[in-house]
C-alpha cells in the first residue's frame, strides 16, 4: 500500500493559522523560534514583530486622538465665534450696522484677508465701502453665480478666475482661496485668504450656513 503525503503550500498553512489564532500558545518554543523579515534591518522574532506592531498601533491611535481633540478644540472656538456673530448682528439697529458688524466680524474674528460683500440692491447709509459692491442680480458678472445663488449652498476653495475678478476686482491675484457664502435674493459674502489651503473643497461649511442664516434673519427685520 502507497502512503499518500499531503502536502500544504504557505497559503494552505496561513489560512489554517487564521482559523486557529490560538494555536501558537500550544507551542510557545514555536512562537519564540519564528524568524519575521522586515523592510529595514535584521529579522525579528515573532514576538518582538509583535510589540512593534502594537507600539505602531498606538502611535497611530494617539495621534489620531491628538487630531480629534484638536478638531473638538477648532469646532467649539467656530461655535462661539459664531454664536457671538449672531448676537452682534441681532443687535444692530438697521441694515447698514448689520452689514458693518457682518464684515468685521469676518475680519477680525475669523482672520479674513479679505472680505467682500455683494448685494443685489443699495442699502441706505452704507454708500462707500472697500468690502461692499452693489451689483444688480440680473447683471452678466453674477451669471457665474447662478448655481450657488440657487442651492444656497456655500463653496470653498481656489474659484474660478471671472468668480475672483467679480469679488476681488483688482485684488483677485492676491487670492489663494475663497470660503464664498451665497444668500439667494439678498447677495454674496466672500472671505479670501492669502494661504491657498485655507479654503479646500470638502471642508465642512455648517458654520458658514449658519453665518449666513444669521445675516439673512438680520436684515430681513430692515427689508421694505
Known amino acids: ?94 441694515a447698514a450696522d448689520t452689514l458693518r458688524a457682518m464684515a468685521a466680524s469676518l475680519a477680525e474674528d475669523f482672520n479674513g484677508d479679505l472680505v467682500r460683500v455683494v448685494l443685489f440692491k443699495p442699502v441706505a447709509g452704507l454708500e462707500e465701502a472697500d468690502w461692499l459692491q452693489v451689483v444688480p442680480v440680473e447683471d452678466a458678472g453674477l451669471h457665474t453665480f447662478r448655481d450657488c445663488l440657487v442651492t444656497g449652498e456655500p463653496l470653498c476653495g481656489r474659484l474660478q478666475p471671472e468668480k475672483h475678478t467679480v469679488l476681488y476686482g483688482m485684488r483677485a491675484d492676491e487670492v489663494q482661496s475663497t470660503a464664498l457664502l451665497p444668500l439667494p435674493g439678498v447677495g454674496l459674502v466672500a472671505v479670501g485668504s492669502r494661504d491657498p489651503n485655507r479654503f479646500f473643497p470638502g471642508m465642512g461649511t455648517l458654520f458658514l450656513r449658519m453665518m449666513g442664516e444669521s445675516l439673512t434673519t438680520a436684515l430681513a427685520r430692515y427689508a421694505s
Not at 502507497?2 to 486557529?20: N, S
Open 1 to 94: 500500500m502507497t502512503d499518500t503525503v499531503e502536502k500544504l503550500g504557505a497559503h494552505e498553512v496561513a489560512a489554517w493559522l487564521r482559523r486557529h489564532p490560538g494555536f501558537l500558545r500550544q507551542f510557545p518554543d514555536l512562537a519564540i523560534s519564528l524568524v519575521v523579515p522586515r523592510d529595514e534591518g535584521p529579522a525579528a522574532s515573532l514576538a518582538s514583530y509583535q510589540l512593534e506592531v502594537l507600539r505602531d498601533k498606538n502611535r497611530e491611535l494617539t495621534r489620531r486622538l491628538h487630531e480629534l481633540f484638536g478638531n473638538a478644540q477648532e469646532n467649539e472656538r467656530l461655535s462661539v465665534r459664531t454664536h457671538q456673530l449672531t448676537l452682534a448682528l441681532m443687535r444692530q439697529g438697521n
